[in-house]
């Protein structure tokens, strides 16, 4: 079981990379065809991943159990981020990552309507505040890079995801954080390569930009092989709303971050629409906030006592 301090640094390297990542891919399609940029991270990405598997020695399970799971975390990767690649011809990085905020309630209704798990008023609320501030983003800003069919494509991707943290906690095949990512690399490739040939006629025919090509290994590197050890270890020792919880904290730097690298446009309207958002997600999480607080505080009276 990993340290308390070792998961809280796991946590926010996460957070850092997803909110980085999305003006990576940004950047990345910039000279690359959408889909290919999204083929090649993978690609580039398998070697890489089953390099690190050999050198740390870590065992790739191969029965069924194994392979149910790395196909359930497959789709955290090609099956989330093909809607988010395409979405990037209508969205700016910004708020890419602004939507995935809406990942926690994702898992919510998920959690409620799959699993049966109950939700709060409070829950409830918290989703209505979110959605009124996604309308606000989508509705009251006209000179924004927003278009709704980027805003359907989004709320695939992070459908798509929270379903995938469920599945994989429900597979439940505790394998080593380094083997799963590796697995779900694998079945990643290989659903690219059945994209491939529908993509051949755009095969890209020269070398893109430096900034191109950067930022592809960035999404190779660190959103690709990083973030996901990161990911699936976090997925083993942290409830799923705790981990959704990171997609909270990623908007708001993600904003910055376009706004201070790629000129993205931070309007009012923006601001007051993510702020509507992130205070949604607020007092969605906060009766777990307050629990997880109590909880802390009980240990640390026993432990002193």
Same mark, same amino acid.
């Given at each position: 079981m990993p340290? $308390?301090?070792n998961i809280m640094m796991t946590y926010a390297g996460l957070v850092f990379i997803w909110a980085t990542t999305p003006l990576a891919i940004v950047w990345s399609? &910039?000279?690359?065809? /959408?889909? !290919? @940029? #999204?083929?090649?991270r993978f690609f580039l990405a398998l070697p890489m991943a089953v390099t690190l598997l #050999?050198?740390?020695?870590?065992?790739?399970?191969?029965?069924a159990q194994a392979w149910h799971s790395y196909l359930a975390g497959s789709f955290s990767l090609i099956g989330s981020q093909i809607f988010t690649y395409i979405a990037t011809a209508y969205l700016s990085s910004g708020i890419i990552a602004?939507?995935?905020?809406? @990942?926690?309630?994702?898992?919510?209704?998920? +959690? *409620?309507?799959v699993f049966q798990q109950h939700l709060a008023r409070l829950q409830w609320l918290g989703m209505l505040v979110s959605i009124t501030g996604l309308g606000i983003i989508c509705f009251g800003e006209e000179t924004q890079h927003v278009h709704p069919v980027g805003i359907a494509l989004m709320l695939l991707s992070v459908l798509t995801y929270a379903m995938s943290?469920? !599945? /994989? $906690?429900?597979?439940?095949?505790?394998?080593?954080?380094?083997?799963?990512?590796? +697995?779900?690399?694998?079945v990643s490739t290989l659903a690219a390569l059945c994209i491939v040939p529908f993509i051949w006629q755009d095969v890209p025919t020269a070398w893109? &930009?430096?900034k191109s090509m950067a930022a592809l290994l960035y999404t190779v590197i660190m959103a690709s092989l990083i973030a996901m050890f990161c990911y699936f270890k976090l997925v083993q020792n942290i409830q799923a709303t705790t981990l959704s #919880?990171?997609?909270?904290?990623?908007?708001?730097?993600?904003?910055?971050?376009? @706004?201070?690298?790629?000129?993205?446009?931070?309007?009012?309207?923006v601001f007051v629409g993510a702020s509507v958002l992130l205070l949604g997600l607020f007092l =969605?999480? =906060? *009766?777990?906030?307050?629990a997880s607080r109590s909880l802390a505080q009980k240990i640390k009276s026993s432990s002193s006592s």
């Open positions: 340290s $308390k301090t399609v &910039s000279d690359l065809p /959408v889909l !290919w @940029a #999204l083929v090649l #050999l050198l740390f020695k870590v065992h790739f399970p191969c029965h602004l939507m995935f905020g809406l @990942a926690p309630i994702m898992a919510g209704l998920i +959690g *409620r309507f943290i469920f !599945w /994989v $906690k429900k597979v439940n095949a505790k394998i080593e954080p380094v083997a799963q990512a590796t +697995g779900s690399i694998l893109p &930009s430096l #919880l990171t997609t909270v904290m990623t908007p708001m730097l993600a904003l910055l971050i376009g @706004a201070l690298f790629n000129q993205e446009a931070l309007s009012m309207m =969605y999480f =906060y *009766r777990d906030l307050k």
